[in-house]
């Protein structure tokens, strides 16, 4: 069974920096479209960045340039560098990836970006 656990979040000034990480117990081939969601308070979940085909990625227009998604095979895991943060970034990020036909979702990290 394929877990994932994301940690990195906390609280950062406007302009500043954090990398997220998330962990992929289990086989880290077995699961595949691995990416980054958050979710702010009264809004829908949203895609932040992901790994579509092979190596390929896809972000979100808002975090394009900032952002940058990553991940390392023999760890088994999965970052998400995220500069000249804003206070609009300000959500709970969680992984999330697709293995077999289930969608697999870490229990999410809170990143708030202070003014």
């Known amino acids: 069974q394929v877990q994932l656990v994301e940690s990195g979040g906390g609280l950062v000034q406007a302009g500043g920096s954090l990398r997220l990480s998330c962990a992929i117990s289990?086989?880290?081939?077995?699961?595949?479209?691995i990416g980054w969601y958050r979710q702010a308070p009264g809004k829908q979940r949203e895609l932040v960045a992901s790994f579509t085909t092979g190596s390929n990625t896809n972000y979100a227009t808002s975090v394009k340039g900032r952002f940058t998604i990553s991940r390392d095979n023999a760890k088994n895991m999965v970052y998400l560098q995220m500069n000249s943060l804003k206070p609009e970034d300000t959500a709970v990020y969680y992984c999330?990836?697709?293995?077999?036909?289930?969608?697999?979702w870490g229990q999410g990290t809170q990143v708030t970006v202070s003014s």
């Open positions: 999330r990836g697709i293995s077999g036909s289930w969608y697999i």
């Open positions: 289990g086989s880290f081939l077995s699961i595949n479209n």
